[in-house]
């Protein structure tokens, strides 16, 4: 069976076309130029049993297009484009600009919906974004050497109701603290950006708090953190993350353990009921 692939930035379209080749699945890779790594064709020659198409940005007839030329019936959402974007002179097609014309707003959640819709309509379910890669999901606990000092931990739980909050309605998934104040909140900028910001603001010590929405839908927009997240903290002197588990995708899984470790940061999965 062939799974579609709609490929972002980053790292986690790779390694979304691993685990489908592994697991045995054709896959039929949509990328949009821009975003997506052009290591996603040379990875789809070393696997084979894919093919790789490039869009632009708001080409989804094009994407719906090739999806249903290759038999696609399900297809994952993986890496980030970034929605700062939007006000950059982007041109959606027909297909597109159908589907936006019928948003109360453009937030995230509801474009990425959009697009879902569309899909879906058409035959197309769209899966867990994580449903190839659970293994990758964050489990609860302390997952460094490092154990967070109780400034650490007053920092997270008061970073923990602001983020929830910012995260309920869609604004952004990660705040900066420090000493128990709020330094920075991300909005389209994305996680590494509000993290450089924080650190120019108030220093060495701050404290990154990224969290799931309320009502986390796991077919896309699922937190993620990787080696880079972890080099971005500590370039800007940050020295403690809090995560939610099972609903992070660490991307570089060991590595970014160890990028933690090397840097003596501390890094907490957060468990949610």
């Known amino acids: 069976m062939s799974i579609g692939l709609i490929a972002g930035n980053g790292s986690f379209p790779l390694l979304v076309l691993r685990a489908a080749r592994q697991l045995g699945h054709d896959v039929t890779v949509v990328a949009v130029e821009g975003e997506a790594s052009r290591d996603l064709d040379r990875l789809s020659g070393e696997l084979g049993g894919t ?35 939007l006000f950059g002179g982007v041109m959606p097609d027909p297909t597109l600009a159908a589907a936006l014309s019928r948003l109360g707003s453009q937030n995230t959640d509801s474009l990425i919906a959009a697009v879902a819709g569309v899909l879906e309509a058409k035959g197309i379910k769209l899966m867990d974004s994580t449903a190839l890669l659970s293994d990758l999901l964050a489990r609860p606990g302390v997952l460094t050497t490092a154990k967070p000092t109780a400034a650490m931990k007053a920092d997270f739980e008061f970073g923990y109701a602001a983020a929830d909050a910012l995260a309920g309605i869609d604004v952004g998934q990660t705040i900066v603290v420090k000493d128990r104040a709020v330094v920075a909140v991300e909005a ?80 907490v999965a957060r468990g949610r009921v």
């Open 51 to 85: 093919t790789v198409s490039w869009i632009e940005l708001g080409q989804l007839g094009k994407c719906l297009a090739t999806f249903l030329s290759a038999g696609v019936t399900r297809a994952v959402m993986a890496g980030q484009v970034k929605h700062v974007k």
């Open 188 to 267: 389209m900028e994305g996680t590494d950006a509000t993290i450089v910001r924080a650190g120019g603001l108030a220093g060495a010590g701050t404290r990154v708090v990224k969290v799931a929405k309320p009502a986390q839908d796991m077919r896309f927009d699922v937190p993620v953190v990787g080696v880079q997240t972890i080099r971005t903290m500590r370039d800007a002197g940050a020295d403690g993350l809090s995560i939610d588990a099972d609903r992070t995708l660490l991307l570089d899984g060991e590595a970014f353990v160890r990028a933690a470790d090397e840097a003596g940061m501390v890094v």
